[in-house]
């Protein structure tokens, strides 16, 4: 395993809750959020919240794979969003909330694909998994204000009700993977 830093790019509904969660995970050395896999090229967020660009809103993972595993990032995934709605998280629906990872390698492509095989497999889930695992295409970095927001809006209504309670999730979970 190479222990350059490696990029996966997550979409797991609104890109405020997913980078709320991956800026506290360790090994995880940046979180951008983004849009990727549509049809514009640089769209507004206003652009990709009508639906209609392609684009999902998504979170571009900088990590080091000597401190965390591809496996890891992908298990803090699947139980910090609900990978089987289509096109929905909560109340944020269209398509720019779907679930979908987008690699940057074979081997991650490899390695999504069978953790959503062993899932299926077990039954993890009651309903069947719709995340995409598809090429990394056409990304774009959101606009400032989206970038940390979060931290710098912690008690906005949004982050108190649905981000706050993901990053407490993901805290619970797994505990030995937050950074100090």
């Known amino acids: ?31 951008e959020s983004g849009y990727s896999n549509g049809r514009v090229e640089r769209p507004s967020y206003e652009q990709v919240c009508t639906g209609t660009t392609g684009h999902n809103e998504v979170v ?29 998280q909560g109340n944020d629906s269209g398509t720019q909330y779907r679930s979908g990872i987008y690699y940057t390698t074979p081997e991650q492509q490899e390695e999504a694909q069978a953790l ?14 719709v995340t995409e695992v598809l090429p990394l295409a056409n990304y774009w970095p959101a606009e400032e204000y989206h970038q940390d927001f979060f ?10 009700a649905v981000a706050g309670p993901k990053v407490a999730k993901f805290r619970k979970t797994f505990a030995e993977l937050v950074k100090n």
């Not at 979409?11 to 995880?28: D, H, L, N, P, S």
């Not at 990032?73 to 929905?88: A, K, Q, S, Y």
């Open 151 to 160: 931290e710098k809006n912690p008690y906005q209504g949004y982050c108190v």
């Open 60 to 88: 571009k993972l900088t990590y080091d794979p000597a401190q965390i595993s591809l496996r890891q990032i992908l298990e803090i995934f699947f139980v910090v969003h609900d990978p089987t709605t289509l096109n929905r």
């Open 116 to 129: 959503i095989r062993q899932m299926t497999q077990d039954k993890v889930f009651s309903h069947p998994i």
């Open 1 to 31: 395993m190479s222990s350059s830093p490696q990029t996966l790019v997550l979409g797991g509904g609104c890109f405020w809750c997913t980078e709320a969660v991956y800026v506290k995970v360790r090994g995880i050395l940046d979180v």
